[in-house]
């Protein structure tokens, strides 16, 4: 299965400022997805990254807050802009690995506080 | 890492019958949740259920929860055949662990 290199693993962000987390798979991949998991919440889907064309947003979700970049099919980032607290969370990368589609790989995942 | 056990692996039924998947797992827990993947897409979200609570309804879903024998179940009822995919389920405790999934297939 792939492996998926993310970074930063944390940061401390002051608000108003934007950070941008990358992706590194070791294999090429289709699409890419990046989840926000919010402190004792579920994982929910941002978008889906698919190279060569803009990402797909999912609702609650807007490109000008968390642009995203694929510029091959091996690399991904994510920024959350103009940060606020409420954007405190871990945010993850992830592939689908598996035969039919099915099962996925994530990230190690960044822990993201905004003070 | 893995740590749910969803059993079974796959399960293929007819149109409106009901589904049901079960999930264990080994340590304490804060919450439950279960997730569907469609072939080839993101994980999305259905329901997530605390460890103080022991049932919850979504729509057409019901989900359980024991804490005392470490094991969850997800009910479908009246499936359509878009229900088609796999269904996970991850624990929250310390860290976030998936299971393995259930494929369910849901023929017309």
């Known amino acids: 299965s792939a492996v998926i290199s993310q970074k930063p693993s944390r940061d401390i962000c002051q608000r108003g400022t934007s950070l941008t987390i990358q992706c590194q798979v070791d294999s090429q991949v289709t699409m890419m997805f990046w989840y926000r998991q919010q402190p004792g919440q579920s994982l929910t889907l941002i978008a889906t990254a698919n190279q060569g064309s803009e990402a797909t947003y999912e609702s609650g979700f807007v490109i000008d807050k968390f642009p995203i970049s694929r510029p091959n099919l091996t690399f991904s980032t994510l920024t959350v802009s103009n940060m606020s607290p409420e954007d405190s969370s871990i945010y993850l990368c992830s592939v689908v690995t598996g035969v039919g589609g099915y099962g996925y790989t994530f990230g190690s995942g960044t822990r993201l506080t905004v003070v | 890492s893995q740590q749910g056990e969803e059993d079974p692996q796959a399960l293929s039924i007819q149109e409106g019958e009901n589904a049901t998947m079960n999930c264990s797992y080994k340590t304490s827990i804060n919450n439950l949740q279960w997730y569907r993947q469609n072939s080839g897409r993101g994980l999305v979200h259905l329901i997530l259920?605390?460890?103080?609570?022991r049932e919850k309804h979504s729509g057409r879903l019901r989900v359980t929860l024991d804490t005392s024998k470490k094991s969850s179940s997800l009910l479908i009822t009246a499936s359509r055949a878009a229900d088609t995919a796999s269904y996970f389920c991850?624990?929250?405790?310390?860290?976030?662990?998936f299971g393995a999934g259930t494929r369910l297939t849901v023929k017309p």
């Open positions: 991850a624990t929250e405790g310390n860290d976030m662990r």
């Open positions: 259920i605390r460890s103080n609570e």
